[in-house]
């Protein structure tokens, strides 16, 4: 018998809620004792979130289902009745990590049932409603003084050794970090709403969940569209797929983050890395990527080819990376041109996001099966957007409810 049958909407709503934010089921159990006197047991939890879950799954691909029968001019330009288009769209995707167990299936050969295995990559989009004027001539020409090296070193060196920007600690994003990574002191536009997306699909299946969900929420007739990303190989190919008509742009901080690696492998000591560093962050700032691969040409040339068994750290290996990073790159680096159209230069929030949602699927001691891995990603993005689609759902659900409860007796069911 499900949880719905035996309990009223307005419980349900906070069965789901405590199930989807808590960070364990057995934790919402509790939350739901201590704070609603609820006795509802962590597995009855669990149960509630897997129902409401799929629910959510189903609706999102009769949505998806729908979109993809619109005409193409309508799935890049319009919009639904009713829906009013942000000022600016920009979309963001990565991936975050977790654990996947399906009990039900036999180990596959020589691997063992609880090792690194079993860690797999989630995917996680974000949709972001900004506002905010463009501009005649770019309204911050010099580097501000929050990428220069004194003061976002610390910062890049992470990045470089993650691959994540802005990587926090597993404990609960509060808001004074949210401010932190939106990059105080650089221009760039408000936000208005978010939108989260999380799945345990591949990229290939994300992409056209992303791209419906964009739809819906007026993405696609917004007069302003950017992309931002981190530059990962599967991430340009959701872009190429289903946002090729969105201004793609690389994170400013990755991008910086291969300037400060290189400087600290050609350099004798910190100060010339910092010189070096400000130096290629002008550059890069001002959209003058060019220089600064004639510069890494010059020192790969210097330093000859990193040999095959080279550390990441070895200098010529350093140095390659960052100017084969920068070669395939360079066209989603037009910083200036970004600013004067008043869009993000930064995936910060999306970090943010995939460290939010990381925080209830994520764990040592967490693992999921593929289906109950699904529905808590969905639950857990929803849970975490501003629209709120969970909430609403729930109360849709509280408007179309019968007004009575079922309970199991021995010859069958009883309604009262």
């Known amino acids: 018998m499900a949880i719905e049958d035996t309990v009223s909407p307005r419980v349900l709503a906070k069965v789901v809620h405590a199930g989807t934010s808590a960070v364990s089921f057995a934790a919402a159990a509790q939350d739901l004792k201590h704070l609603a ?6 597995e009855r939890v669990r149960r509630a979130c897997q129902r409401i879950g799929s629910e959510r799954i189903e609706h999102q691909q009769r949505m998806q289902q729908a979109f993809a029968k619109r005409p193409l001019p309508q799935q890049w330009h319009a919009k639904p009745d009713g829906v009013e288009a942000p000022e600016i769209a920009c979309v963001m995707c990565d991936g975050g990590r977790y654990q996947l167990l399906d009990r039900g299936l036999p180990p596959q050969r020589g691997r063992s049932a609880r090792k690194g295995d079993h860690w797999k990559e989630s995917r996680i989009g974000l949709l972001l409603s900004m506002s905010g004027p463009s501009h005649a001539c770019d309204p911050q020409p010099a580097l501000p003084p929050e990428l220069r090296y004194e003061a976002i070193a610390d910062k890049l060196s992470e990045i470089g050794r993650t691959g994540r920007a802005g990587d926090l600690p597993e404990e609960s994003v ?22 989260v997306v999380a799945s345990r699909t591949n990229w290939e299946e994300f992409g056209p969940l992303l791209e419906s969900q964009a739809w819906y929420r007026g993405f696609a007739a917004a007069q302003r569209k950017a992309f931002v990303s981190d530059g990962s190989a599967a991430i340009e190919k959701l872009h190429g797929r ?5 201004t793609s742009i690389l994170d400013i901080l990755h991008a910086l983050s291969y300037s400060l690696a290189a400087a600290r492998a050609v350099s004798k ?26 510069e890494l040409t010059a020192w790969s040339t210097k330093l000859g080819p ?72 969905r639950l857990r993005g929803e849970a975490l957007s501003d629209d709120q689609p ?23 069911l009883l309604h009262s």
């Open 37 to 42: 006197d609820l006795s509802i047991s962590d």
């Open 174 to 195: 509060t808001d004074e970090h949210l401010d932190a990574e939106r990059g105080a002191g650089l221009v760039g536009p408000d936000l208005e709403h978010r939108s």
């Open 390 to 412: 969970l909430r609403q759902h729930l109360q849709n659900r509280a408007h179309s409810a019968n007004g009575t409860r079922t309970y199991r007796a021995r010859g069958g």
């Open 269 to 294: 000591d910190e100060a010339a890395a910092r010189d070096m560093y400000n130096g290629w962050a002008a550059k890069i700032w001002a959209g003058n990527v060019v220089e600064v691969v004639d």
């Open 306 to 377: 990193p040999p095959e068994t080279a550390r990441s750290d070895d200098p010529r290996a350093a140095v390659r990376a960052s100017l084969v990073f920068y070669e395939n790159h360079a066209n989603r680096m037009d910083y200036p041109s970004y600013r004067c159209a008043g869009l993000p230069l930064t995936s910060s929030l999306m970090e943010s996001a995939v460290k939010q949602v990381s925080r209830r699927v994520k764990g040592t001691e967490k693992f999921w099966s593929s289906v109950g891995g699904e529905t808590i990603l």
């Open 242 to 246: 289903h946002f090729s008509h969105y």
